[in-house]
């Protein structure tokens, strides 16, 4: 398990980053600051109510990654609890 700030540091700027974290990319992106070196994105992002009593939001994550990159297609994955 590697920060995504570290991988990009390791391996230089990601063209097209695919993500599918099973909730876990709430954490990984609001904690994510190499933004300027991530083109385009793909993802899942995970719902569940453990992870809505956190705070965490759907909408909210895919706003904030649009701010930032090019998010080229997201689907919405509902977890069970």
Known sequence: LMPLDEVVKKYGPI?????DIEGGEHEALSEFQRW??????????????????RGYDIE??????????NLLYFERCRMAD
Do not use: G, P, Y
């Open 60 to 69: 909210k994550l895919a706003a904030n990654v649009r701010e930032r990159t």
């Open 15 to 19: 063209k097209l980053l695919k993500m």
């Open 36 to 53: 300027n070196e991530v083109e385009s994105m793909v993802a899942e992002f995970h719902i569940n109510q453990l992870l809505a009593q």
